[in-house]
T-cell receptor, first 116, second 113 residues
Framework: NAGVMQNPRHLVRRRGQEARLRCSPM?????VYWYRQLPEEGLKFMVY????????ESGMPKERFSAEFPKEGPSILRIQQVVRGDSAAYFC??????????????FGPGTRLTVT | AQSVTQLDSHVSVSEGTPVLLRCNYS??????LFWYVQHPNKGLQLLLK??????LVKGINGFEAEFKKSETSFHLTKPSAHMSDAAEYFC???????????FGQGTELSVKP
């Protein structure tokens, strides 16, 4: 059973371009979480999605950021008009259920976004 | 609000010596707590978790942690460090609903030969 897959692993964008980050959850997992890790900081929750639904987006910046998890295909985190402050590692995690105590979140290797 | 504070941003030990990574939590009630490890260029892996059962929790790779309510601490220990333990370690508190995880700032562990 393959783990959580993220691509690309590294992404370089110029200021003003769009960044699309993809996450394929583990087989059988319908819950996806996105976290952002800024340099020298811990991971910060961004958004929690189930298939076709955004459950909690309390950690998402209000502008330029969006996420989706369609019925078919990977979850996508989209950042429009990137700025230097968006440079970070973006991690995706998946689980079988919403209860973090009962269902372990499995993390992907992350996408490292660099904005030049 | 629940939060965790990792007291050291970097810890360096010699191979074969004990490891102590410190974590304090803030919560109005006894929380559940996790430790995750992040090896370079890899995803995070769950080391162990405390969910209000036994206060001494054993995890993978010889790590263990003890929940101490009186000290609001959940320190991670290992009797003898191995070179392969070099990584970043995160103390984590899960929120009750929705699966959201709150991460500490992380502690980078270096192991010298």
């Amino acid at each position: 059973n393959a783990g959580v897959m993220q691509n690309p692993r590294h992404l370089v964008r110029r200021r003003g371009q769009e960044a699309r980050l993809r996450c394929s959850p583990m087989k059988g997992h319908s819950h996806v979480y996105w976290y952002r890790q800024l340099p020298e900081e811990g991971l910060k929750f961004m958004v929690y999605l189930q298939k076709e639904n955004i459950i909690d987006e309390s950690g998402m910046p209000k502008e330029r950021f969006s996420a989706e998890f369609p019925k078919e295909g990977p979850s996508i985190l989209r950042i429009q008009q990137v700025v230097r402050g968006d440079s970070a590692a973006y991690f995706c995690a998946s689980s079988q259920g919403a209860d973090a105590l009962s269902y372990e979140q499995y993390f992907g290797p992350g996408t490292r976004l660099t904005v030049t | 609000a629940q939060s965790v504070t990792q007291l050291d941003s970097h810890v360096s030990v010699s191979e074969g010596t004990p490891v102590l990574l410190r974590c304090n939590y803030s919560s109005s009630y006894s929380p559940s707590l996790f430790w995750y490890v992040q090896h370079p260029n890899k995803g995070l892996q769950l080391l162990l978790k405390y969910t209000s059962a036994a206060t001494l929790v054993k995890g993978i790779n010889g790590f263990e942690a003890e929940f101490k309510k009186s000290e609001t601490s959940f320190h991670l220990t290992k009797p003898s460090a191995h070179m392969s333990d070099a990584a970043e370690y995160f103390c984590v508190v899960p929120l009750n609903q929705g699966g959201k995880l709150i991460f500490g700032q992380g502690t980078e562990l270096s192991v010298k030969p």
